[in-house]
């Protein structure tokens, strides 16, 4: 894959996470300024949402990485013209990918929550209270 392929699905993932997190902005800041009232402490929520985000993209990474492992060991011994003969497989499980795509999502999930954070913290209770009613 060459990096603009990359780069496209780091985009699609984010636009991905950023709907996501749209769709339930409304309540998402609602719950934050109803919790903030009771006294939560905002590294608290901050942490939930950050352990929501990581989820997602842990989740994800998993599935791609078990389905794509999946995917080899069912069609490689069938496209392999020569099964028997050196070279080794060209298709090798690569933990070095698998690695910096943990990090991208660990960097991914710190992103995002500081921005759903910040934009959850700055509306004040009685304004949503105003604009839900």
Do not use: I, P
């Given at each position: 894959a060459t990096a603009d392929d990359?780069?496209?699905?780091?985009?699609v993932t984010v636009a991905g996470l950023g709907l996501y997190f749209a769709a339930n902005a409304e309540r998402r800041q609602l719950g934050a300024a109803v919790a903030r009232r009771l006294g939560l402490p905002t590294v608290q929520a901050?942490?939930?949402?950050g352990l929501e985000v990581l989820t997602i993209l842990v989740g994800g990474l998993l599935?791609?990485?078990?389905?794509?492992?999946?995917?080899?060991?069912l069609v490689f011994r069938k496209v392999d013209p020569l099964p028997h003969t050196e070279p080794d497989a060209l298709l090798r499980f690569d933990l070095s990918v698998v690695v910096a795509c943990a990090v991208a999502a660990l960097v991914t999930a710190v992103f995002v929550t500081w921005v759903v954070e910040w934009r959850t913290v700055r509306v004040s209770l009685p304004?949503?209270?105003r604009r839900a009613g």
């Open positions: 990359w780069r496209a699905r780091n985009l901050a942490a939930a949402t599935l791609g990485v078990g389905l794509s492992w999946l995917a080899v060991r304004e949503l209270l």
